[in-house]
């Protein structure tokens, strides 16, 4: 198979994973299945983006459902009253859907640069 499916593949499995942990509670989640990607697909040029996407999707889908269903406004404007940010309810969202990305871009990282120091590059 080409990168590109491969990267589509680890994508795709790598959301749901991260999704699966954030509608079970277990948000950490997130971080291993970036280590799946990572290890998967070993270049960081794929890698990194392929589990910052991963991370994105798993923790900004349930957010976007949520807003579509009951709308986030109230509960995002009184969180970001808690934060100090009164009146910019975005930023709750943002910071969380950050933290997915975060995690799924920290553990494809730290899987790739494991695989190249475990399996140098071939010439």
């Known amino acids: 198979m080409k990168g590109s499916a491969w990267f589509v593949i680890a994508l795709v499995v790598g959301s749901a994973i991260s999704l699966a ?3 079970i509670g277990d948000w950490w989640l997130t971080f291993p299945a970036g280590l799946l990607i990572g290890a998967a697909l070993g270049p960081g040029r ?11 999707v798993g923790w900004g889908l349930p957010l ?3 807003q579509d269903r009951y ?4 509960a995002a404007s ?5 934060m100090g940010f009164t009146g910019q309810a975005a ?6 859907c950050l933290v997915g ?9 730290l ?3 494991v695989r190249r120091l475990a399996l140098p590059a071939t010439r």
């Open 21 to 23: 942990g954030v509608l």
């Open 46 to 56: 794929l890698a990194i983006p392929a589990g910052a996407l991963a991370g994105l």
């Open 64 to 66: 976007a459902l949520e």
């Open 71 to 74: 709308g986030l406004g109230p």
């Open 78 to 82: 009184s969180l970001a009253a808690i």
């Open 91 to 96: 930023v709750p969202v943002v910071l969380t």
């Open 101 to 109: 990305l975060l995690l799924g871009l920290t553990g494809a990282w």
């Open 111 to 113: 899987a790739s640069a």
